[in-house]
């Protein structure tokens, strides 16, 4: 059974980090690229970073997050996170992890996804 579950959201101030982690089981960690995408309410699910195998080292970010927001990845733990600095009102989201068999920026190619964390950024 495939899970990817999401943790470290929460309640920040503008200005502020959050580091957000998706812990995954039940598929080949390394050999699947893995992305972030956030939807705020009334909003589409919307494209935030993406991450490729590692023998790749292709990363992608969505516009609104560049310079602010780092992806990375610990295939010994399965796991992915999102470092998110200097966090903005307009940050604010349930936040989703996903996985795919290759790396894209949009959803259709994920096959895998978490349930979301919450991130509030309060101005």
């Known amino acids: 059974q495939v899970q990817l579950v999401e943790s470290g959201g929460g309640l920040v101030q503008a200005g502020e980090s959050l580091r957000l982690s998706c812990a995954t089981s039940?598929?080949?960690?390394?050999?699947?690229?893995m992305g972030w995408f956030r939807q705020a309410p009334g909003k589409e699910r919307e494209f935030v970073a993406a991450?490729?195998?590692?023998?790749?080292?292709?990363?992608f970010y969505g516009d609104s997050v560049k310079g602010r927001f780092t992806v990375s990845r610990d295939d010994a733990k399965s796991t992915v996170y999102l470092q998110m600095t200097s966090l903005k009102p307009e940050d604010t989201a349930v936040y989703y992890c996903?996985?795919?068999?290759?790396?894209?920026?949009?959803?259709?190619?994920?096959?895998?996804w978490g349930l979301g964390t919450q991130v509030t950024v309060s101005s």
């Open positions: 991450i490729d195998i590692n023998l790749s080292g292709h990363i």
């Open positions: 039940g598929i080949t960690f390394s050999s699947y690229a």
């Open positions: 996903a996985a795919s068999e290759f790396i894209a920026t949009t959803l259709v190619p994920y096959d895998y």
